[in-house]
């Protein structure tokens, strides 16, 4: 991190095209992203979400990526820097309000080692010291980056350390949405915050909740209340044609969407000898109804997708069978107010939260490197499975084994995590140094692609890494009603911006914007994601209805506009007020949305 890790001139995180060919790579992707909150509630939810995320997520990220710059040793992870995400940390509340948020948690901090100094608690008072000085650190690194943590992890991507991809603009699921042109004003608009807020086109997208449907027609779900289409059926465009004619060269998907799939060879005199690494291998994706195996070339073929793997997913992500549940990490729900610092390990399986035990940093440190070690022979099984025959050598295409995981999940829920992370970078680091063929790299997905190209095509059904593989997470009794608002909205936005009577005078465009801005936030997928779980379900109904509720009155506020060309001292008021609280994406073109594109 610039704040106290100078750059490493002799620091050469590609071994280069000459280097021998490992058996096979692992890569991290990480997946950032909160839905918007900023001047949507405090606590419990609102922008402290985005204020615990990063203290404990993305300012710990970069204090790890520095130390692992420090000793010559590099992450090489896929990055997902949401859109919305990027706008919230830039924004002036965020950069405002931040330290204040970390100083009462020093403040808090304090008076719990005060507290348990005075009942001879020892172990509880050197916990709250811990937190003194994780809480420190976090302002004097918040404050070294200049209040710009995306300029932070930016310098580790200039540097190649890391590939920083993205998202939907707003997290939009998108084999749901209901327009081509909604779902292209979500990538294009992706594309363009990228590179207004890190300066550089992104090559990767991280698929919000990995969903993705190929071409084909497509019905809208009979989501009225009358249980009536809104509108008829249409052919779709698959989203890989969409990311292809935007720029972006791969994605990701779950597992059963490739293990099921179709696939041929592009090019069989490039095919790998041994056997097929199925999901150890990207491929050029194709919908099916373009898909002719006899004759599929690089040219009708499009984005290369890549699938998560199952074995190291469980490992980590869940905390009954994978690492997060182990005893003696830190407890997530446990927490001492009215500082809210946690101070208890898990310490067993269904243990009632009165009976946690004290939290050990040193024993959890010992277990973060059992862990990364484990986590490392698994990678070295399933790749070897995958490749069929060790050592790579000749034409065969080392296999490459993609982890993936909300970011959040290291340092936020499982706050060890991030020290995990670097842990398996120095545990494969260390294998590596004797260059042996046997050995297994960390590698992102634009590196793995310029030397190693798909040299396959698949056709993919529609489906995603929700319950059940499907959109029934998103879509369901209980969310039906979200969904039978937004459908009219997008067509309502695809005809106004179609029309384009909105481009003749500032006010117009002024309020297209703002219309624009309130689709794309009712379209967030944590919204039907939060009220199908039961996790904030409340909150989440509240911000849907806000935002179609502000949709609609500056849909009157716009026919009045077209009518009059001006609108009242009391319009005018309304729309400021929504601009206001709403204020993202500020250069948003609502020609994205017209049927003959910008």
């Known amino acids: 991190m610039p704040s106290t890790v100078p750059r490493i001139a002799h620091a050469r995180p590609d071994p280069g095209p000459d280097a021998p060919a490992p058996a096979g790579f692992v890569t991290f992707t990480l997946h950032a992203h909160l839905p918007y909150v900023i001047n949507h509630g405090t606590w419990p939810h609102g922008i402290e979400w985005l204020f615990e995320a990063a203290a404990e997520t993305y300012i710990p990220l970069l204090q790890m990526l520095g130390r692992l710059e420090r000793d010559d040793i590099a992450l090489r992870a896929n990055l997902d820097l949401s859109p919305i995400l990027l706008e919230q940390l830039a924004h002036p509340a965020f950069v405002a309000e931040f330290p204040n948020y970390v100083t009462r948690k020093i403040v808090a901090a304090r008076e719990d080692e005060a507290f348990f100094l005075q009942s001879g608690d020892l172990q509880l008072a050197g916990t709250a010291k811990f937190w003194q000085d994780f809480y420190v650190r976090t302002l004097i690194d918040f404050n070294a980056l200049g209040r710009d943590i995306a300029a932070g992890f930016r310098r580790f991507n200039d540097d190649g350390l890391i590939r920083i991809i993205t998202s939907a603009a707003t997290h939009g699921f998108l084999p749901l949405l209901g327009t081509d042109e909604s779902v292209r004003a979500q990538v294009q608009l992706a594309i363009d915050t990228h590179v207004a807020r890190l300066g550089v086109a992104p090559r990767g997208v991280w698929l919000p909740e990995c969903g993705y449907r190929p071409a084909g027609f497509w019905e809208y779900p009979a989501v009225a209340e009358d249980r009536v289409q809104v509108a008829p059926g249409f052919e779709r465009e698959g989203v890989e044609d969409i990311l292809t004619r935007a720029g972006l060269r791969f994605f990701f998907v779950d597992t059963h969407l490739?293990?099921?799939?179709?696939?041929?060879?592009?090019?069989?005199?490039?095919?790998?000898?041994?056997?097929?690494?199925?999901?150890?291998?990207?491929?050029?994706?194709?919908?099916?109804?373009?898909?002719?195996?006899?004759?599929?070339?690089?040219?009708?073929?499009?984005?290369?997708?890549?699938a998560r793997d199952p074995r190291t997913a469980v490992q980590v992500w869940s905390s009954d069978a994978g690492y997060p549940g182990d005893f003696n990490y830190l407890d997530f729900h446990k927490k001492r107010f009215p500082g809210g610092h946690r101070y208890w390990k898990v310490t067993g399986a269904?243990?009632?939260?009165?009976?946690?035990?004290?939290?050990?940093?040193?024993?959890?440190?010992?277990?973060?490197?059992?862990?990364?070690?484990?986590?490392?022979?698994?990678?070295?099984?399933?790749?070897?499975?995958?490749?069929?025959?060790?050592?790579?050598?000749?034409?065969?295409?080392?296999?490459?084994?993609c982890a993936l995981f909300d970011a959040e999940l290291f340092g936020h829920w499982w706050f060890e995590g991030v020290l995990w992370l670097e842990a398996v970078a120095r545990e494969l680091h260390q294998r590596a140094l004797d260059r042996a063929p046997t050995r297994i790299e960390l590698i992102d997905c634009e590196s793995y692609l310029e030397r190693y190209p798909a040299t396959d095509a698949i056709a993919m059904q529609e489906g995603s890494w929700g319950s059940g593989g499907s959109s029934q997470v998103w879509l369901n009794p209980q969310t039906s009603w979200v969904w039978a608002r937004i459908y009219p909205a997008e067509l309502y936005v695809r005809q106004m911006t179609t029309e384009g009577r909105w481009r003749n005078s500032e006010l117009g465009i002024r309020i297209a914007r703002q219309i624009c801005r309130e689709l794309l936030l009712m379209e967030s997928s944590d919204w039907p994601f939060l009220i199908a779980t039961g996790a904030a379900r409340d909150y989440a109904e509240q911000r849907f209805a806000t935002h179609s509720d502000c949709f609609n009155e500056l849909r009157a506020i716009y026919s009045h506009w077209l009518l009059e060309q001006t609108i009242s001292r009391g319009q005018e008021v309304r729309l400021g007020e929504i601009e206001l609280r709403d204020s993202v994406f500020m250069d948003l073109d609502p020609g994205l949305w017209a049927t003959a594109g910008p």
Request: charged share 25%; aromatic share 4%; hydrophobic share 35%.
């Open 258 to 306: 490739v293990e099921r799939a179709t696939t041929t060879s592009l090019k069989p005199e490039r095919r790998s000898r041994g056997r097929n690494a199925g999901g150890y291998r990207p491929h050029c994706a194709v919908s099916p109804s373009k898909f002719s195996p006899s004759d599929v070339t690089c040219q009708n073929a499009s984005a290369t997708v890549f």
């Open 350 to 401: 269904n243990v009632d939260i009165a009976d946690k035990q004290t939290w050990d940093v040193h024993d959890a440190t010992d277990r973060v490197k059992v862990h990364a070690a484990h986590f490392a022979e698994i990678c070295q099984e399933a790749l070897k499975a995958a490749t069929g025959r060790q050592p790579a050598q000749g034409s065969v295409t080392p296999p490459i084994l």
